[in-house]
Antibody, heavy 123, light 110 residues
């Protein structure tokens, strides 16, 4: 069965960077995109971007452009999200998700979600 | 302020039918499929409805989705206590070139 396992929670100082990993299993990693979504405490869901494990193509939400790097390691079937220049507004749970069929960024089809990685930014 | 608009809360008693609405525009719901997600307390979201009205394997047929123009609805029939959760709609927005979510609807089973 499809499974996504994420790295553990982290506490960072303001201005630092954080890297979250998402290790997948149970499907052909190269054939489906990975989406990243975050959720601030008590708030709703916010799309951050999408990465294609097939060719490394990414699509990043305008809000995060310049601060986000999304990469994949096909040998480890793992996706990574790195967010730099952290502020308290970045305190959130970060989710990765296996996207639905169609290896393209223009979709809101988050088929299977990881458990989430809580990131706290302290000042 | 979310791009897609949902009512903040909904409620019903066990066995009842409840409907949650999601309003958007031509650039998102009007032109792209709608997805619904259920988030139980303290857990990750789970896909409930894809492509407007299709249920993934394992989702009970008590859950149904529909879309008309720039709006979508999620209906939950035969309400159960375990349905108490936050529900989010989502779609792709062509103008923003981004996936967009509704603000979420907290469903309470009385």
């Amino acid at each position: 069965q499809v499974e996504l396992v994420q790295s553990g929670g982290d506490v960072k100082n303001r201005g630092a960077s954080v890297k979250v990993s998402c290790t997948t299993s149970g499907y052909n990693f190269n054939s489906f995109g990975i989406g990243w979504v975050r959720q601030a405490p008590g708030q709703g869901l916010e799309w951050m971007g999408w990465v294609s494990p097939y060719n490394g193509k990414i699509k990043v939400a305008q809000k995060f452009q310049g601060r986000v790097t999304m990469t994949t390691d096909t040998l480890k079937t793992t996706a990574y999200l790195e967010l730099t220049t952290l502020t308290s507004d970045d305190t959130a749970v970060y989710y990765c998700a296996k996207m639905g069929p169609g290896l393209r960024p223009g979709s809101a089809w988050f088929e299977t979600w990881g458990p989430g990685t809580p990131v706290t930014v302290s000042s | 302020q979310s791009v897609l608009t949902q009512q903040p809360s909904a409620s019903g008693t066990p066995g009842q039918r409840v409907t949650i609405s999601c309003s958007g525009s031509i650039s998102n719901i009007g032109n792209n499929p709608v997805y619904w997600y259920q988030q139980l307390p303290g857990t990750a979201p789970k896909l409930l409805i894809f492509a407007n009205n299709k249920r993934p394997s394992g989702v009970p047929d008590r859950f149904s989705g529909s879309k008309s123009g720039t709006s979508s609805s999620l209906a939950i029939g035969g309400l159960r206590s375990e349905d108490e959760a936050n529900y989010y709609c989502a779609s792709w927005d062509d103008n923003l070139s981004a996936a967009v979510f509704g603000g979420g609807t907290r469903l309470t089973v009385l």
